[in-house]
């Protein structure tokens, strides 16, 4: 079996970051964000909200429940108004499936480790015990 060092798994795995970051998937995202930051309608609402985000912080702060009340609803009412907006829509869907993909890249890697250690140790991948736990459980002390 073949040892390899930290930095040469490091330099695998920005390898795959950059084969990642050149899937289908992360181009949609990239057009999808450049629509968003062109399209003016987009841009004004989010301007808005981050506006009445920052009266949120600063009405809290002072104990200025009536006001947060109010600033609170009008933040709901444009974050549902820029959510309808579709390329908002596609772009949001377009997150979500970038996410699933590293989760399942990470998963992937997560478990082949694991079957790696229990396979070099000479368990059973079936019940996900590595060598040295059988070795103990054998034992009758």
Request: glycine residues 4%; aromatic residues 4%.
């Amino acid at each position: 079996m073949a040892e390899y060092t930290r930095k040469q798994v490091v330099e695998e795995a920005e390898k795959l970051a950059k084969m990642l970051a050149n899937i289908e998937e992360i181009d949609r995202f990239k057009q999808l964000e450049a629509k968003l930051n062109q399209n003016d309608k987009v841009q004004l609402l989010i301007k808005k909200i981050k506006a009445l985000q920052k009266q949120a912080v600063n009405f809290q702060h002072y104990g200025k429940t009536e006001a947060l009340n109010k600033v609170e609803k009008e933040l709901d009412r444009l974050e549902k108004e820029l959510d309808d907006i579709p390329i908002v829509q596609e772009f949001k869907e377009s997150q979500v499936i970038i996410n699933d993909i590293l989760q399942m890249i990470t998963n992937t890697i997560a478990r082949e480790v694991t079957n790696e250690i229990i396979r070099s140790t000479g368990g059973d991948l079936l019940k996900g015990e590595t060598g040295s736990k059988q070795a103990n459980s054998s034992c009758s002390h």
